[in-house]
């Protein structure tokens, strides 16, 4: 099994265009994240999903947006890059249902803005 | 709302020696408390979790971490350092009663073993 994948690895983006990155999961988990790390601030979630078809706002959604049309992906569009987006971006899932299921994480995308 | 704090942001032990990484949480009702690291240039990974039951939980690679109710603690531990044991550790918790398995983050503390 691969778990987790995120294409691409690296990305540089002038201020203004546009970009998806894409998760893929081969684990049949029912949720999906998407997170951003920077320095010193630790994680914190973007978007995510609870199945197929849905999506949810989580603490830094703006300038974001998902999709999941299918189960084991999960993409996330930046429409208009600005430099405050650069980061790294992470993917995670997660089983559905009861109990503090653990998330699986991605190897993550390096995005610069410039 | 549920918090996490990591008060260190960098923790230095002697190969051999036992460590410890500080995690203090607030939530307004029962939690899961977990613990991830994160080794450079890679995603996190899972090493342990608290669910409920025994406040001692034992995870991969020799951790251990102690559920503190009382003290709203979750230190992570290892008895015998290893230089291989370097990385950044993230504490994250959320609520049993939370939806979708929202997680929140602690800032990091970055752990150097020295040889």
């Known amino acids: 099994n691969a778990g987790v994948t995120q294409t691409p690895k690296f990305r540089v983006l002038k201020t203004g265009q546009s970009m998806t990155l894409l998760c893929a999961q081969d684990?049949?988990?029912?949720?999906m994240y998407w997170y951003r790390q920077d320095p010193g601030m630790g994680l914190r979630l973007i978007h995510y999903?609870?199945?197929?078809?849905?999506?949810a706002k989580g603490e830094v959604p703006d300038g974001y947006n998902v999709s999941r049309l299918k189960k084991q992906n999960f993409l996330l569009g930046l429409e208009s890059a600005a430099p405050s987006q650069t980061s790294v971006y992470f993917c995670a899932s997660s089983q559905g249902g009861q109990g503090g299921r653990e998330q699986y994480f991605g190897p993550g995308t390096r995005l610069t803005v410039t | 709302a549920q918090s996490v704090a990591q008060p260190e942001d960098q923790v230095n032990v002697a190969e051999g020696n036992p460590l410890t990484v500080k995690c203090t949480y607030s939530v307004s009702g029962n939690p899961y408390l977990f613990w991830y690291v994160q080794y450079p240039n890679r995603g996190l990974q899972f090493l342990l979790k608290y669910i409920t039951g025994d406040n001692l939980v034992k995870g991969s690679y020799g951790f251990e971490a102690e559920f503190n109710k009382s003290q709203t603690s979750f230190h992570l531990k290892k008895p015998s350092a290893l230089v291989s044991d370097s990385a950044l550790y993230f504490c994250a918790v959320r609520l049993v009663s939370g939806s979708a398995r929202q997680l929140t983050f602690g800032s990091g503390t970055q752990l150097t073993v020295l040889p």
């Open positions: 684990m049949n988990h029912e949720y």
């Open positions: 999903s609870v199945g197929e078809g849905t999506t």
